[in-house]
């Protein structure tokens, strides 16, 4: 089966993050991890970088929310936070954040 080619849509504060990631030149190392972690939740859900795994803390009777990691071993680690859907093939990516 393949796994792969989800289309990724961001909610208003996901957005917001990566618009200021963006912005900030001394980010740039951080925005490059995050943007690869995007490019693997678009293409290939079960990359083992990813480490994703459900989080449960914001896991709804709705939907489901997982965890993916960005990066790793260092200060502050982001982390992205998305959910299948709203539409087949979609996830929707709800938070860029260091981890919790």
Do not use: C
């Amino acid at each position: 089966m393949n796994i792969g080619m989800f289309k990724l849509k961001f909610t208003n504060e996901a957005d917001e993050t990566l618009r200021e990631l963006e912005e900030a030149k001394h980010l740039q190392k951080r925005l490059k991890a995050v943007r690869k972690t995007l490019g693997f939740l678009e293409t290939n859900l079960k990359h083992p970088s990813l480490k994703t795994h459900k989080y449960g803390t914001l896991s709804t009777s709705e939907y489901e929310v997982f965890e993916a990691y960005a990066e790793n071993n260092t200060p502050g680690a982001y982390r992205v936070f998305w959910r299948y859907g709203p539409g087949v093939r979609e996830i929707t990516i709800i938070a860029i954040t260091p981890h919790p």
